[in-house]
């Protein structure tokens, strides 16, 4: 199968906006690139991610850019202007989203040495629901819904969800909280400081939780 590379650099963004409601960038991938992608991998630092299955045939990215310091990063409180975003990510930020064979990447990597980040930088993902998932964060949540396949998702400091899932969930996070409802497959939670509730879910569970409780309603294992 003919290899599809698609690498896009915050220097190409499609779509530009300060607003943190809005997306700072977008990438859409037509019919045929996103019938090649079978697994989705992401990677962020200081903001969250969100994975939505859609019936529709495209895949898109969007990326959320806020500013972690604003109200308080200077006297006149006033928050970084779109120029500012675009220069601190050029700086300070190796951002990739490109479509590799049967994979689509998505990474906001810190660069190093640069010192504390102002920018959080959070991803929305929508997607062909047959899909497997590898996603990471620190300091931010994650949340999948919608979706068929098989899920490993993680992070440090923030919660995970997952509704209307059909397929296999790994979650695990330190310092946060899990949900899992309306979902049926193998289903493996772990957490450490942190709560565990499952509703409206069948199969292999297994949960844990280290200074925190597990609430189970209308759980069947099988």
């Known amino acids: ?20 409601s809005e997306p700072f960038s977008t990438w859409n991938f037509g019919a045929n690139a996103a019938s090649s992608i079978k697994e989705v991998e992401v990677n962020t630092v200081n903001g969250n991610i969100t994975v939505t299955g859609s019936n529709g045939p495209e895949t898109t990215v969007e990326m959320y850019v806020s500013d972690n310091n604003r109200g308080i990063r200077r006297q006149k409180r006033e928050a ?13 930020f190796t951002i990739e989203v490109k479509v590799d064979g049967e994979q689509l990447l998505v990474v906001a990597r810190p660069n190093s040495n640069s010192g504390p980040q102002r920018l959080s930088i ?50 695990s996070t330190t310092n946060g909280s899990i949900s899992v409802t309306n979902s049926n497959g193998k289903i493996t939670l772990t957490t450490v400081n942190g709560s565990v509730n499952i509703s409206d879910v069948t199969g292999v569970i297994s949960t844990s939780t280290v200074n925190g409780r597990v609430k189970e309603t209308n759980v069947t294992r099988e």
């Open 80 to 92: 970084m202007s779109n120029e500012e975003i675009k220069q601190e990510l050029e700086r300070n």
């Open 122 to 171: 959070s991803f929305k993902i929508t997607t062909p629901q047959p899909i497997n998932s590898s996603l990471r964060a620190v300091n931010g949540g994650i949340s999948i819904n919608n979706l068929l396949g098989s899920h490993n998702i993680q992070t440090v400091n923030g919660s995970l969800k997952a509704e209307s899932i059909s397929g296999n969930v790994f979650g």
């Open 1 to 20: 199968m003919k290899k599809l590379f698609l690498s896009i650099l915050i220097s190409a963004c499609l779509h530009v906006s300060a607003q943190s």
